[in-house]
């Protein structure tokens, strides 16, 4: 079996040991300490555990670290810049879109890539993108204005 050896996570680069076919959240989580991506499901449905992949978004519970080699991949930890939380974190904790916090991660970097796509979503490409994130407490209202808020802030911060 075919191992890889390095993952370019969050702008940097690691050595890893693992098979191609070991799931890529096992890897940043065990190996890598990055726990902010969380194992929900387990089969790629719920979405707490998504990151990007070369800026897309992948449910990394489901993808191979194998597929995940050589490509840039970025977690909730690498959001942030220079201790400064990314406008939709910091939207996140202004409009209380959490109650649990357990899909927050996912919630939060699948929004970052329909914030890169499309920096002012309708309400109803917000919804559309963001279905198959799993919020279990119901918060949606709460993370569709937090999202909203971001898009807000990052066009201010362009401007």
Not at 76 to 86: C, D, P, V
Not at 104 to 109: F, L, N, Q
Not at 111 to 122: D, F, K, T, V, Y
Not at 154 to 159: G, N, Q, T
Request: charged share 20%; aromatic share 4%.
């Amino acid at each position: 079996m075919a191992k890889v050896t390095e993952l370019q996570v969050n702008g940097a680069r690691y050595p890893v040991e693992a098979d191609e076919a070991t799931p890529l959240l096992v890897v940043l989580r065990d190996q890598l300490g990055l726990t902010g991506t969380k194992y929900g499901c387990g089969e790629g449905q719920c979405g707490a555990c998504t990151v990007l992949v070369d800026g897309n978004p992948r449910r990394s519970c489901s993808t191979p670290v194998g597929k995940a080699a050589g490509r840039a991949i970025t977690t909730i930890e690498g959001l942030a810049r220079n201790g400064r939380l990314h406008p939709l974190q910091q939207a996140f904790l202004d409009a209380a879109a959490f109650q649990c916090g357990y899909c927050t991660s996912g919630m939060i970097v699948s929004a970052s890539a329909l914030l890169r796509a499309n920096p002012r979503p309708s309400e109803e490409e917000i919804r559309r993108f963001m279905n198959g994130n799993i919020c279990r407490c119901g918060t949606y209202p709460r993370i569709i204005e937090a999202i909203e808020r971001a898009a807000e802030a990052m066009a201010k911060e362009k401007s």
